[in-house]
């Protein structure tokens, strides 16, 4: 029930820069601040566990959509337009494809290919994706810990009006127009988090929910790890109602939430120490039944990501 | 013993209009003539069987050297500076691999992995070589036929003083080094021809072997179609004693054989209804036991390969 407003500042007190901390990422905006916390924390003391859930093989390729825009993110080698794929991108092997009659539905750029198929390489040698994901990080220069939630296969399936879908056959190919009736994880009852993630966070101060979706890219995670003994600190997706990018608010309506701040908050209840929530939604402050911090959760730039990242770690940090 | 110089002419006399050819090809040199036959005859008069032999797998991909460097010479989307891979192409996906520390010593273009990407994935489906081939000629507006010498696998092994190596290991990534001591054909016991092959054969007026490798890209297509009860004629692709392009003459001198016109020749002895060696090479026709046709054999250009094209079906013609 505490509202606490942290004045921004690029530069965190010394209450945080020991403090450890695992987030829980999805795509592009889990990715985002990840990346503001990978600007203020040393190397040592941050570790991003990733959805996997939205993984699928493709093309005959194994591809990780949220793995790969979380470390094209914090590697500074993401397309700043669209969040997801690489910058400097050229699209020459799907257009061949295409030429071929080949499936086109799903769009992956020349250099993101190269990633799949070396990947898939690795994985079919017998490598684990934690392995894979390890040696990707440190060619592309990423010094902080990125895990995938998982070396088994979890599978994400949207329930719909139309049936179930697996997530990218609803993300990308239906651009999620079937309603949504509810979701599944395919393989989540036998998959063991990746060597490492109990580690993580056994020794972290906090945990870090990005604001990722919570049903399709944090429901995942959470299941995978099931136990968490660590104050968990959750970042809205929803701002003013809506979502600044995916299916998230959409989602909330079909299952007849009203999609808010106050739902993300209700979604991850049982969990929560703190909630941090945009300054549009602060009057929603007084109904969420955790310590909160309103502040600009939006972020436009690379400045907007330290900013919000040093503001969750001040919030952590008064807690 | 009897040699014939043609004059040289870029349109084809009537008596070569309606005369049905199959043309036996490897990669660069034997799609060079492929494309001058293809620009002279009409499409149902031109099929091109081409050598799988030197087919593999690489980085989880169904790479088909030789039946791409003729698809795309024929499409006009050969790169013409090294006669493989794509015009216009980019280098990005392999660049990624390498970045990853993938195996980096096969060069394959952007637009070239989407070829292997998608013909993968339609072998995996289940359809043949064949039909795969069918589908990306139609899609490249190529109007001849072009099969490959067979669905079945075939891989040229090549026997070594540093023992036996599969082919583009002993071609691409140890660049020819190892001194050849003998070739074997694996599988080809139990491949027999491609769908269409043995019709297109029947059917022809005259075979003609094209300027490819006589041990690596013409041999493992003769085994595979066996008998031929047509008029064979071969187009030296050694010149001077060298080749133009590959390890012909570097393997003839290593299995004790001087590389020459007459070497080739010899090689298809039993086969042979004529033979065409270049100009700098009129000096061997006499020692040559088959009719012969001396003339300009380089192909430098496009009006090179309808010229030489022109040229050996006159001298089909002839016959």
Redesign the interface.
């Known amino acids: 029930m505490t509202s606490t407003k942290i004045t921004d500042t690029t530069h965190p007190p010394s209450s945080t820069v020991h403090r450890r901390i695992v987030a829980l990422a999805g795509g592009v905006g889990g990715a985002k601040l990840a990346h503001g916390l990978a600007q203020i924390l040393p190397p040592e003391d941050l570790t991003v566990i990733v959805n996997t859930g939205d993984d699928f093989e493709h093309?005959?390729?194994y591809i990780c959509p949220d793995l790969d825009t979380v470390c094209y993110t914090l590697a500074g080698l993401a397309n700043p337009e669209t969040g997801w794929g690489r910058v400097n991108?050229?699209w020459?092997?799907?257009?061949?494809?295409e030429?071929?009659?080949?499936?086109n539905w799903f769009r992956l750029?020349?250099?993101?290919?190269?990633?799949h198929?070396?990947r898939?390489?690795?994985l079919?040698e017998g490598q684990t994706l934690t392995q894979v994901t390890k040696?990707?990080c440190a060619?592309?220069g990423i010094k902080h810990t990125v895990l995938p939630m998982t070396d088994s296969p979890v599978r994400t399936m949207v329930d719909t009006d139309e049936g179930e879908l697996a997530f990218q056959e609803y993300f990308v190919h239906r651009q999620c127009k079937p309603r949504v009736k509810g979701f599944r994880f395919d393989g989540v009852e036998v998959a063991g988090p990746a060597i490492g993630a109990r580690e993580a966070l056994e020794s972290a101060d906090a945990i870090v929910i990005c604001p990722s979706n919570p049903w399709v890219s944090v429901d995942p995670i959470l299941r995978v790890i099931q136990k968490i003994n660590k104050p968990v600190i959750a970042v809205s997706p929803i701002i003013g109602g809506k979502t600044v990018k995916g299916p998230a608010a959409k989602m909330y309506e079909e299952l007849g939430i009203e999609p808010s701040a106050l739902a993300v908050a209700k979604h991850y209840r049982t969990l929560l120490s703190g909630f941090v929530l945009d300054t549009v939604d602060a009057h929603l402050s007084e109904e969420i039944n955790t310590k909160t911090l309103v502040t600009d959760t939006l972020m436009n730039n690379l400045t907007d990501r330290a900013r919000l990242a040093t503001d969750v770690l001040n919030f952590i940090g008064s807690m």
Chains 1, 2 share one sequence.
């Open positions: 093309l005959g390729l991108e050229t020459n092997t799907i257009a061949n494809i030429k071929l009659g080949g499936p750029g020349d250099q993101d290919f190269g990633t198929i070396e898939t390489r690795r079919k040696d990707f060619a592309w």
